[in-house]
């Protein structure tokens, strides 16, 4: 992995997109105190004066808390353009497994996955090989695949740790092809959205026109990806509706001007800032309002495209490609408009806690943006960057509560509960599966069970689901039980992990576990 230079993090905060908004909010507050000690200079013995001061504070206090986010997540970004490659045997170093700091979030963005029309429809009987590598490789660190959307070649996957399952909500993919006609697909754009905690973010990977005078293409087809995608959410059905977005990918942006000799010479001297005025997205964000409103790091890594396979030097062949900041990660906080002080008068516009989840700020803040030479089996290097998503929960409590009844083993029938905790676009053809401790995706059951399917729950109703024996494994191990929602696409109830016993069967028949990398299987 490249050492990554000394300096500051990147930080952004969807309550202060600007220097001009901080001091608008600033001003405000300054606002309600001062309406604070006018109250309290009038207040007289009544009930109404007491009730004025106890309002004006509680919105003064909100102004001041919505600056003091009180969770923090860690989330890890791959994009990488694997041209048609293989995947390589360990990507241990790629997520960054060994690095003590915990990671919450996974989110993997690939581009030019083999897409034969054979290969392709193999893969949707299967999970394709990347798929499958990353699955397997996060399974056993407690990660869990909560969707993923393919479309020829671009793949977007998501992981999150178990425990944030059940606060992952309104899962929704979609996508858009721009390559050949917008037929095939090979260029375009996929997108993941979800609410995580009650914060609406999306993912989008884009895979966008190749080669060097094309940035105006570029632009114009990532503009048309803007317009095109839509979410059947209400609150946001487009891209940049949501809180925060991410925008990745081989975006193909190219250094203009320079001569190869001159590239070459910066790269190999370390003086990457000599290119950076020449980088084509940089230019483009000079004349692009909207891409403006997208943040990026400093480019203190080499660029990634375009290398010989499996080694460190760049492109050797006949035609001599330009090295270039193809691969990119960029993130953009959803502008906020802030009361201006000409609206102290309006009641309805002194203070943000009026306009839905403005008091639950989400702060963004980059600690690293590199590459990793390490891995060769395509001609980009891959890009990694990893985030802070600080926050306010808007909640912490799962829609649904579901536990085992006893002790669980294969000679007898065992007995689950489940309680809607909360009102939910519920559906009798929701399901609770059981599942392994270290389960790959929602779909890694090794048995479900319907919900009850005569009526639709009560709040904080008690239902008891039986299991019939045969369906339990005979082995013992560690497993948990989970709720599917199919009109949220999610798990939205976990259990504790529990233990199932070994059953009289399996020690009758000698039946041991089968050891796999360590972890029973």
Same mark, same amino acid.
Request: net charge negative.
């Given at each position: 992995?490249?050492?990554?230079?000394?300096?500051?993090?990147?930080?952004?905060?969807?309550?202060?997109?600007?220097?001009?908004?901080?001091?608008?909010?600033?001003?405000?507050?300054?606002?309600?105190?001062?309406?604070?000690?006018?109250?309290?200079?009038?207040?007289?013995?009544?009930?109404?004066?007491?009730?004025?001061?106890?309002?004006?504070?509680?919105?003064?206090?909100?102004?001041?808390?919505?600056?003091?986010?009180?969770?923090?997540?860690?989330?890890?970004?791959?994009?990488?353009?694997?041209?048609?490659?293989?995947?390589?045997?360990?990507?241990?170093?790629?997520?960054?497994?060994?690095?003590?700091?915990?990671?919450?979030?996974?989110?993997?963005?690939?581009?030019?996955?083999?897409?034969?029309?054979?290969?392709?429809?193999?893969?949707?009987?299967?999970?394709?090989?990347?798929?499958?590598?990353?699955?397997?490789?996060?399974?056993?660190?407690?990660?869990?695949?909560?969707?993923?959307?393919?479309?020829?070649?671009?793949?977007?996957?998501?992981?999150?740790?178990?425990?944030?399952?059940?606060?992952?909500?309104?899962?929704?993919?979609?996508?858009?092809?721009?390559?050949?006609?917008?037929?095939?697909?090979?260029?375009?754009?996929?997108?993941?959205?979800?609410?995580?905690?009650?914060?609406?973010?999306?993912?989008?990977?884009?895979?966008?026109?190749?080669?060097?005078?094309?940035?105006?293409?570029?632009?114009?087809?990532?503009?048309?990806?803007?317009?095109?995608?839509?979410?059947?959410?209400?609150?946001?059905?487009?891209?940049?509706?949501?809180?925060?977005?991410?925008?990745?990918?081989?975006?193909?942006?190219?250094?203009?001007?320079?001569?190869?000799?001159?590239?070459?010479?910066?790269?190999?001297?370390?003086?990457?800032?000599?290119?950076?005025?020449?980088?084509?997205?940089?230019?483009?964000?000079?004349?692009?309002?909207?891409?403006?409103?997208?943040?990026?790091?400093?480019?203190?890594?080499?660029?990634?495209?375009?290398?010989?396979?499996?080694?460190?030097?760049?492109?050797?062949?006949?035609?001599?490609?330009?090295?270039?900041?193809?691969?990119?990660?960029?993130?953009?906080?959803?502008?906020?408009?802030?009361?201006?002080?000409?609206?102290?008068?309006?009641?309805?516009?002194?203070? /943000? !806690?009026?306009?839905?989840?403005? =008091?639950?700020?989400?702060? $963004? @803040?980059?600690?690293?943006?590199?590459? &990793?030479?390490?891995?060769?089996?395509?001609?980009?290097?891959?890009?990694?960057?990893?985030?802070?998503?600080?926050?306010?929960?808007?909640?912490?409590?799962?829609?649904?509560?579901?536990?085992?009844?006893?002790?669980?083993?294969?000679?007898?029938?065992?007995?689950?509960?489940?309680?809607?905790?909360?009102?939910?676009?519920?559906?009798?053809?929701?399901?609770?599966?059981?599942?392994?401790?270290?389960?790959?995706?929602?779909?890694?059951?090794?048995?479900?069970?319907?919900?009850?399917?005569?009526?639709?729950?009560?709040?904080?109703?008690?239902?008891?689901?039986?299991?019939?024996?045969?369906?339990?494994?005979?082995?013992?191990?560690?497993?948990?039980?989970?709720?599917?929602?199919?009109?949220?696409?999610?798990?939205?109830?976990? /259990? !504790?992990?529990?233990?199932?016993? =070994?059953?009289?069967?399996? $020690? @009758?028949?000698?039946?041991?576990?089968? &050891?796999?990398?360590?972890?029973?299987?």
């Amino acid at each position: 992995m490249d050492p990554l230079p000394d300096c500051p993090r990147v930080r952004s905060d969807s309550t202060s997109s600007s220097a001009s908004q901080s001091s608008r909010s600033k001003t405000l507050l300054r606002q309600r105190l001062s309406q604070l000690m006018t109250c309290i200079e009038d207040m007289s013995s009544d009930d109404e004066a007491g009730e004025e001061v106890s309002r004006t504070l509680d919105e003064a206090f909100q102004l001041c808390g919505r600056f003091i986010p009180t969770d923090a997540f860690r989330l890890h970004m791959v994009t990488w353009n694997v041209a048609t490659a293989e995947p390589p045997e360990d990507v241990t170093s790629l997520l960054q497994l060994d690095v003590q700091t915990p990671t919450d979030l996974y989110v993997i963005g690939l581009q030019e996955v083999s897409a034969t029309p054979v290969k392709f429809v193999s893969d949707l009987i299967v999970e394709d090989s990347w798929s499958h590598l990353f699955m397997a490789t996060l399974a056993p660190q407690g990660f869990v695949k909560v969707t993923s959307v393919r479309m020829q070649g671009l793949l977007l996957l998501i992981f999150a740790k178990q425990m944030h399952l059940p606060y992952i909500r309104n899962i929704q993919t979609t996508y858009t092809r721009t390559g050949i006609f917008g037929y095939w697909g090979n260029k375009g754009g996929v997108s993941v959205r979800f609410s995580f905690y009650g914060h609406m973010v999306c993912f989008l990977n884009c895979h966008l026109a190749a080669h060097m005078n094309n940035a105006l293409q570029r632009v114009d087809e990532f503009e048309y990806i803007l317009e095109t995608q839509d979410f059947d959410i209400f609150d946001t059905p487009h891209v940049l509706d949501h809180k925060v977005v991410f925008w990745f990918g081989d975006l193909n942006f190219r250094i203009a001007d320079h001569g190869l000799h001159f590239l070459r010479s910066s790269i190999n001297s370390g003086r990457l800032n000599l290119l950076w005025s020449k980088d084509q997205l940089i230019m483009m964000k000079k004349n692009e309002l909207f891409l403006q409103e997208f943040e990026e790091g400093p480019l203190n890594f080499k660029p990634t495209y375009k290398f010989d396979r499996k080694s460190d030097t760049y492109d050797t062949s006949g035609k001599k490609r330009k090295p270039a900041w193809t691969d990119r990660i960029l993130w953009r906080i959803k502008p906020k408009t802030l009361p201006s002080e000409d609206d102290e008068d309006d009641e309805k516009a002194s203070t /943000s !806690a009026d306009n839905g989840m403005d =008091e639950y700020p989400i702060l $963004v @803040t980059q600690n690293e943006y590199t590459s &990793d030479m390490s891995y060769g089996v395509s001609d980009h290097k891959p890009v990694v960057a990893n985030f802070t998503l600080e926050l306010r929960k808007c909640f912490d409590t799962p829609l649904v509560h579901v536990s085992p009844v006893g002790v669980w083993s294969a000679d007898q029938n065992a007995l689950l509960t489940y309680t809607v905790q909360e009102d939910f676009m519920s559906s009798t053809w929701d399901w609770i599966g059981l599942y392994k401790v270290g389960f790959k995706s929602a779909t890694d059951y090794e048995t479900f069970v319907w919900v009850r399917e005569n009526e639709l729950p009560e709040i904080n109703e008690v239902i008891q689901i039986s299991v019939d024996k045969d369906e339990i494994p005979l082995l013992g191990g560690e497993y948990v039980l989970g709720y599917y929602s199919t009109n949220m696409q999610s798990l939205i109830g976990l /259990s !504790a992990n529990f233990q199932i016993q =070994e059953s009289k069967r399996a $020690v @009758t028949e000698g039946l041991i576990p089968e &050891d796999i990398n360590g972890i029973n299987k």
